[in-house]
């Protein structure tokens, strides 16, 4: 298992489209950093789940991790979710944050700042794409579409047109 240096998750993201839309800027190190989708102000003490503005698509022989950006770290604010993305899963991520700021100031986040650190990781053994219920989560019609001819064109063996119709019908919408 190794992490995808910058040349490699830029052929990955061309061929598969792993992160949508791609903005090479946000290449950092060995990994991209997200944004998320609307700005944001967290008081103190309150979480909120902030959804990325970028669509991620793990392809099934890789996982995804993430870390938070240290900036935010500094000011107070802690990241809650399992720092992993299941291989197969294709979705917007729902960042879920909470104000720790000793001052007990507000923290904002507004859209298009760097947030989340995300790195892919080769794995290793049989395919097991995600299957739950947040396939798809935050993706407009379009964007599943695109996305549903990808995975049957280029994984034809692991996604059913059946089983991603399920995927898309029961996803969490775009607000």
Same mark, same amino acid.
């Given at each position: ?29 060995? %990994? =991209? !950093?997200?944004?998320?989708?609307? +700005? ?5 003490? $309150?979480? &909120? ?38 291989? %197969? =899963? !294709?979705?917007?991520?729902?960042? +879920? ?5 000793? $001052?007990? &100031? ?70």
């Amino acid at each position: 298992m190794c992490i995808l240096g910058r040349s490699e998750l830029t052929k990955l993201v061309e061929k598969l489209k792993c992160i949508y839309p791609f903005d090479y800027h946000l290449l950092d190190g060995d %990994g =991209y !950093v997200l944004t998320v989708k609307e +700005e944001t102000t967290l008081n103190y003490l $309150e979480h &909120k789940n902030l959804i990325s503005y970028e669509v991620i698509f793990t392809p099934p022989s890789y996982v995804a991790h993430l870390t938070a950006k240290s900036r935010y770290g500094r000011l107070g604010l802690s990241f809650l979710n399992a720092a992993k993305v299941h291989s %197969g =899963y !294709v979705g917007r991520l729902a960042l +879920e944050l909470v104000n720790l700021n000793n $001052e007990r &100031k507000a923290i904002t986040i507004k859209r298009g700042d760097p947030l989340m650190h995300i790195e892919f990781v080769e794995r290793s053994g049989d395919p097991a794409p995600y299957t739950g219920e947040y396939q798809f989560q935050y993706m407009t019609d379009e964007e599943v579409r695109m996305y549903e001819e990808l995975l049957t064109r280029e994984f034809p063996t692991i996604y059913t047109t059946e089983t991603l119709s399920k995927g898309s019908r029961l996803r969490i919408r775009v607000q």
